[in-house]
């Protein structure tokens, strides 16, 4: 799903796609010339490898995140925490892309296997 960042509209707007056994949903709305905000829920089940051991694992997403999307370079001076800033360089708010990059940085985390938990050593810090 793609929308020219001028049509997004100022009432907030539902939104859901799909990828994979992933779904992206919610609502979108224009806040400034620049902004629109994106109230969004991903729920489903995605692959991931163990860091430790390689093993094929899935993970059941469950989350909420609010993304700001800018229509160009994001002053970073309006920056609130917690926020997830996406900068367009097209002027194309495209959904599949921002639950994409989203899943990368999901699996970029390290996950571990039951395995690989339940061996889990503490290691001793030298004070
Ligand atoms: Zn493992």
Redesign the pocket.
């Known amino acids: 799903m793609k929308v020219e960042f001028r049509k997004v509209p100022n009432v907030p707007k539902e939104f859901k796609v799909c990828v994979n056994s992933v779904n992206f949903l919610g609502t979108f709305s224009r806040i400034s010339n620049k902004l629109v905000r994106i109230d969004s829920q991903i729920t489903g089940i995605h692959p991931i490898e163990?860091y430790?051991?390689g093993?094929d694992l899935t993970l059941n997403i469950d989350e909420k995140h609010v993304f700001t999307v800018s229509d160009g370079v994001f002053d970073s001076l309006n920056e609130r925490e917690g926020e997830i800033i996406i900068e367009l360089d097209n002027h194309i708010v495209n959904f599949e892309d921002i639950l994409n990059s989203e899943l990368e940085s999901i699996s970029s985390e390290y996950h571990?296997?039951e395995?690989?938990n339940t061996n889990d050593e503490f290691v001793d810090i030298e004070i």
């Open positions: 163990c430790k051991c093993k571990t296997c395995d690989c």
